[in-house]
């Protein structure tokens, strides 16, 4: 069974940056497209970034543009979301995912396998 593990939450200051990870085990990273979200208490998991298996194409949601970066190295089958100028409103758990059959890449229901989360907190 294969799994996903997140690391590098925090509790930070507004302007701060921090690096997430999610490793993976157990499947085919460098064949998978991956993405990450992000849900605060009560709301809705939301879109945060995907990248192809290459990494030849990415997409971020507009809330985050130009301040959060999504990478991934193959060889360590390891994502990451490199986050800068953080903000209050991105306090949440930020989950990694694996791309599934069908769904839209910035919808949850577009993938298949979720990591169990990591929290971010960022303080005013």
């Known amino acids: 069974q294969g799994q996903l593990v997140e690391s590098g939450g925090g509790f930070v200051q507004a302007g701060d940056s921090l690096t997430l990870s999610c490793v993976a085990t157990g499947l085919t990273f460098s064949n998978s497209e991956m993405g990450w979200f992000r849900q605060s208490p009560g709301k809705e998991r939301t879109f945060v970034a995907a990248?192809?298996?290459?990494?030849?194409?990415?997409n971020v949601a507009r809330s985050v543009k130009g301040r959060f970066t999504i990478s991934r190295d193959n060889a360590k089958n390891t994502l990451y979301l490199h986050m800068t100028s953080l903000k209050p409103e991105d306090t949440g758990v930020y989950y990694c995912a694996r791309r599934g059959f069908g769904g839209d890449y910035d919808s949850p229901s577009g993938y298949g396998f979720w990591g169990q989360g990591t929290q971010v907190t960022v303080s005013s």
């Open positions: 990248i192809s298996p290459q990494a030849t194409r990415k």
